[in-house]
Nanobody
């Protein structure tokens, strides 16, 4: 059973930065989509950023200009660089990896932005 292992979450003050990483426990083939989602207390899970196999990226409007998604195809790893963090960015962040026959989710990593 493939698992996605996330790391990099934590506590940061407003204006600070964090870098999230997500890697599978074993090699996954035919990845066509990798993304980061988040869920704040009392809210629905939302897409934060995604990147396709071709390198096309997509961001929710609230993080444009502050967050950057990237991927290392050789390592099957996806990253989310988060700069200029705001209290509204506080949430559990989930990694998502898709292949034609499966849809994998990470266990989530907490990001808390507070002074």
């Amino acid at each position: 059973q493939v698992q996605l292992v996330e790391s990099g979450g934590g506590f940061v003050q407003p204006g600070g930065s964090l870098r999230l990483s997500c890697a599978p426990s074993e090699t996954i083939f035919s990845i066509y989509y990798m993304g980061w989602y988040r869920q704040a207390p009392g809210k629905q899970r939302e897409l934060v950023a995604s990147i396709t196999k071709a390198g096309n990226t997509n961001y929710v409007d609230s993080v444009k200009g502050r967050f950057t998604i990237s991927r290392d195809n050789a390592k099957n790893t996806v990253y989310l660089q988060m700069n200029s963090l705001k209290p509204d960015d506080t949430a559990v962040y989930y990694c998502n990896v898709r292949i034609p026959t499966n849809n994998y989710w990470g266990q989530g990593t907490q990001v808390t932005v507070s002074s």
